[in-house]
């Protein structure tokens, strides 16, 4: 076979991309970079075409790519526009959990995986928190603490989930990775739904409430050991104590749940 022919047999029909994914792929590099910043208004349509040379729909149309995406608001009517937005985490959030949903992702995989980075964030945490990083951590330890004090009688188990998970999510935001801390805002979502549904198939007030006091004397351990800045004790608590509770949370049938089972 001549170097013609070979060639023909090994290409791929390559898709052009269209004017509006070019004008739209302009836009999204001028917003990440900082050039066009939130809240900033878009030159008009009328500006626009002309700097683009293209027509009104074209130019429609990378707007729609790009307010998919939550980089742009469309403000239409006679005192419309078009403002610079920043997507917000649950926009992601919404993408991953899809992802996970479809993928048939279990449960107790998802929980693996907060066992991987979040005694990590407890390490870079204890070595870089703040003043006030502890203050917040203690707040978050009284909040649960004082839900957790008035008892069962009138309980309300979401509040007492949502406290615990705000002392959760200190860990991760507060440990000076941004990656770290988004990965877990993404997660959010799916690990508050699986504990909301942990608690709701455990029928004794008495044992939610026996779980819920060693969560509190946990996070004040956790809090001594990041005073302390004992990076390596605090990761090895975090991690014995998630795997602890991790039994509690995953028993019988949880374990294998799907996360699509969490939305249905």
Do not use: C
Request: charged fraction near 25%; charge should be positive; glycine fraction near 6%.
């Amino acid at each position: 076979m001549d170097a013609t022919k070979r060639v023909n047999s090994a290409t791929k029909l390559v898709r052009a991309p269209k004017t509006a994914e070019i004008i739209a792929d302009q836009l999204r590099s001028s917003i990440v970079r900082g050039v066009l910043r939130k809240g900033d208004a878009l030159p008009t349509e009328v500006e626009l075409v002309k700097q683009f040379g293209v027509s009104r729909p074209t130019l429609r149309e990378a707007f729609r790519i790009l307010e998919s995406e939550s980089l742009i608001v469309v403000r239409r009517g006679s005192r419309g526009g078009v403002l610079v937005s920043s997507p917000e985490t649950s926009v992601a959030a919404r993408d991953f959990g899809l992802l996970l949903q479809m993928s048939g992702t279990t449960l107790a995989d998802v929980y693996e995986a907060r066992k991987i980075f979040e005694p990590a964030a407890a390490e870079m945490l204890a070595a870089r928190a703040t003043p006030e990083d502890i203050g917040d951590l203690k707040a978050a330890a009284a909040e649960l603490a004082a839900l957790v004090n008035e008892g069962t009688e009138r309980a309300d188990f979401g509040e007492w989930t949502a406290a615990t998970f705000r002392f959760h999510d200190l860990i991760l935001e507060r440990a000076g990775n941004n990656t770290v801390a988004l990965i877990g805002a993404v997660l959010r979502e799916v690990v508050t739904r699986h504990m909301a549904r942990a608690v709701s198939t455990t029928s004794s007030h008495t044992q939610i409430e026996k779980q819920f006091k060693q969560t509190v004397r946990a996070f004040t351990k956790f809090i001594g050991l990041i005073e302390a800045r004992d990076g390596v004790a605090a990761r090895e608590f975090w991690t014995t104590h998630m795997d602890r509770a991790g039994r509690k949370m995953l028993w019988g049938d949880l374990a294998t749940e799907r996360v699509i089972d969490l939305y249905v």
